[in-house]
């Protein structure tokens, strides 16, 4: 394993990405600092730029306006770098499905930019901390 | 293989918006006051009320209360609403009482999450630990009636979904006199620090003539002395039999609006009380088999202010039309009146005050019209620190005191 | 004004209506045709002190109708004010936002989802849908695809 994969697995510095959420999935990542989850400890760390993030965390369905911000903040990610799409709405739209201003799902989206971009599905409404670590976390393990 | 190394690059360049990062807010300064804003709000927009007229009214309510993941009690409680004033169905008066608890319960763990950004972004991070440490029992309760900790899922056209089971009530009650507590102890904290007054007073002033103008709802309104409030103005749910006052200031800045939050904290806390309490017996819900023709209009308190809906109904199974209409709407647009002449170091904060969505504060860039300098979000937090350092010297008062952590 | 007082109000510019229609309690809609209801937008505002609470566009068979709510918070009033825009080809009427800036947002948002025209709108650019999006097409019109 090349050492930085080893890094991105040891202590994961993320970015989040919203391209069209309604908050509740943001605020649960924003949980994940607070005391009671504390991820800190796993050396997971919420970064404020693209450019220093191991992986993003990216909320929302993908709307149109919102996309080609997606695609140039998976191009200023120094790869290799992971994409969990977390909350319904990035793993298939969720219940927006059909709108018109909506171009989801997220990972078809990240994929017309890379095929062989790494991403990891976290599904809930919104999901709860405790799955977003364990999602997390999982999918670290198997790279 | 050597990964080519690239060096951070400040943008420089026509003032457009960043090529990086399309903002919502653009600002324009003079200097470090700022002169100008424009507003662009098309990244959240997914065409809800499009969506809408292809769901049957039953389906609605979990849609809209994914509009907006804080306000997702009070989105699906005006439209039930909305369509019950077409139909004439009175839901059965417990099903009014849970309403009126589960919108009560979402409003205490929505103003202690704005009590939190606050802190985060005046650089105070223990209050923002805190009060997100203080929200999670609230989440807790709900999931613990509803089975989820946001988008409840509660309501329905005729009533509820869930009832409130009787054997939680003393749980529910008891959580609630520890919240007391710890909102206390923080309120006192926070209201008598020398150094949030002097960094939230006389900040992000939005007058009670603009207030007027922009026509703005809850706290944002209460702050500036325009007592609106729809659960006493236009009582829905059980408020009409419950004992409570309308919280208002009337200085209109950061500070007032921040005093309307935590007082209102302990106003729902005493609601969700009462209608513990006096809970009638009976069922949650009434059947409704069709919505006949017609237009309604129903409208709530969300924790930002007031909701509103419209539906139109042709008699078929879904809506002929439905307008839905978030608080933050009206309240964020007033931005425009209270931060022109502010110190950039400000308007992060004054952007707070209005409590938009989260994410609209990530989406804040201001742009220097005469040597083109572009601050970003991260820039502007950073300043807003220094800002509040500067004054902690200048005051030399001690840090803020927060106890049994 | 209790609502005796407020009905009393309202009869001051029957002559602009076409018609007064009361759901509910507390509900009042006031048809009108296009061209009056600046005038009378203005007069909810500045004499009976209303609130204004947002504005709704719908695409009827026949006519183009904009509503505007507003409120009349001391007794709990919804007052809605039902504009119909008989052109269908060139829909178009008068622009509220110069006497009320809470209405700039509502009206560019119905300018794009529905393509009326707001005369004399202060800033009547693209607010909601992508930049990208094509002109003309205005999702909330009848016809076009969901």
């Known amino acids: 394993m090349s050492w930085k994969i080893w890094s991105l697995k040891k202590s994961p510095w993320v970015f989040h990405v919203n391209v069209g959420a309604c908050n509740n999935c943001d605020i649960e990542i924003v949980n994940l600092l607070t005391p009671k989850f504390d991820v800190e400890r796993f050396g997971i760390k919420l970064v404020g730029s693209p450019r220093h993030a191991d992986a993003l965390l990216v909320t929302g369905v993908g709307t149109r306006q919102a996309v080609p911000r997606l695609k140039e903040v998976y191009r200023q990610t120094p790869k290799p770098c992971a994409v969990f799409l977390i909350g319904a709405c990035p793993c298939g739209t969720g219940i927006f499905h059909g709108g018109y201003h909506v171009e989801g799902p997220v990972d078809k989206i990240i994929r017309e930019e890379d095929p062989n971009a790494i991403i990891a599905y976290v599904p809930g409404c919104p999901p709860k901390p405790e799955a977003i670590i364990s999602g997390v976390v999982k999918a670290l393990s198997a790279l | 293989m ?57 389906q609605i309510p979990f849609l809209v209360s994914r509009i907006c993941g804080i306000c997702s009690a009070s989105h699906p409680l005006a439209y039930v609403q909305a369509v019950e004033e077409i139909a004439g169905v009175k839901p059965p008066e417990r099903a009014l009482y849970v309403r009126t608890i589960i919108n009560e319960l979402e409003r205490i763990h929505s103003h202690l999450l704005w009590v939190g950004l606050g802190g985060h972004f ?70 008598d620090d020398p150094i949030i007054h002097a960094r939230l007073k006389g900040v992000g002033v939005l007058t009670k003539e603009a207030a007027i103008d922009y026509a703005v709802t809850g706290p944002t309104a209460r702050g500036s002395g325009v007592a609106v409030d729809v659960r006493r103005d236009d009582p829905y749910a059980a408020y009409g039999d419950l004992d409570w006052s309308v919280i208002t200031q009337t200085e209109g ?18 609601m969700a009380r009462q209608a513990l309490k006096k809970l009638p017996n009976g069922p949650v819900a009434v059947e409704v088999k069709e919505i006949p023709p017609g237009e309604g209009c129903g409208r709530a308190e969300a924790p930002r202010g007031e909701t509103f809906h419209y539906v139109r109904s042709d008699g078929g199974n879904r809506p002929i039309r439905h307008k839905a209409r978030a608080p933050s709407y009206v309240n964020v647009p007033s931005f425009k009146a209270s931060c022109i002449g502010q110190h950039i170091a400000d308007v992060t904060l004054t952007l707070a005050a209005v409590d938009p969505c989260y994410s609209c504060t990530e989406r804040l860039a201001v742009v220097d019209g005469r040597n083109n300098l572009i601050h970003d979000y ?11 350092a500067r004054i902690k010297k200048e005051i030399g008062a001690p840090e803020l005191k927060l106890e049994d952590f | 004004m209790n609502q005796e007082e407020l009905n009393n109000k309202l009869s001051e510019i029957e002559d602009k209506l ?100 707001f005369k004399n709108h202060p800033n009547l650019r693209r607010l909601i849908l992508a930049d990208d999006w094509p002109d003309g097409v205005y999702p909330e019109r009848k016809g076009v695809p969901k």
């Open chain 2, 122 to 191: 005046i650089g105070y991070d223990t209050v923002f630990m805190w009060a997100w440490k203080y929200r999670e029992p609230v989440l807790d309760l709900l999931e613990e009636i509803t089975g989820n900790r946001n988008n409840y899922g509660n309501v329905r056209i005729g009533g509820c979904r869930e009832d409130v089971p009787d054997e939680t009530i003393p749980k529910i009650l008891n959580e609630l006199d520890k919240i007391e507590k710890k909102t206390e102890m923080l309120t006192k904290a926070v209201l």
């Open chain 3, 18 to 117: 076409i018609a007064t229609e009361q759901t509910t309690d507390n509900r009042t809609f006031l048809l009108c045709e296009a061209e009056n209801a600046y005038a009378i937008n203005k007069f909810l505002l500045e004499d009976v002190r209303a609130r204004f609470v947002i504005a709704t566009c719908i695409d009827s068979d026949d006519c183009y109708e904009i509503l505007y709510h507003f409120s009349y918070d001391e007794i709990g009033w919804v007052i809605t004010v039902k504009a119909f825009i008989r052109d269908r080809e060139n829909p178009a009427i008068q622009s509220i936002t110069p006497f009320l800036p809470a209405a700039e947002w509502i009206e560019r948002e119905m300018h794009d989802i529905m393509g009326i025209n």
């Open chain 2, 378 to 388: 991260e820039a502007l937090l950073k300043l807003s620190r220094e800002k509040t």
């Open chain 2, 2 to 58: 050597r990964k080519s190394v690239r060096k951070p690059v400040l943008a420089i360049g026509p003032f457009h918006p960043l090529q990086e990062e399309m903002e919502f807010y653009q600002l324009t300064v003079d200097g470090e006051i700022v002169t100008d804003i424009d507003v662009r709000i098309s990244y959240n927009h997914r065409g809800i009320e499009r969506i809408s007229e292809t769901l049957q009214f039953d």
């Open chain 2, 253 to 270: 800045d950061v500070f007032a609006k921040a005093v309307v939050r935590l007082l209102e904290i302990f106003e729902s806390i005493k």
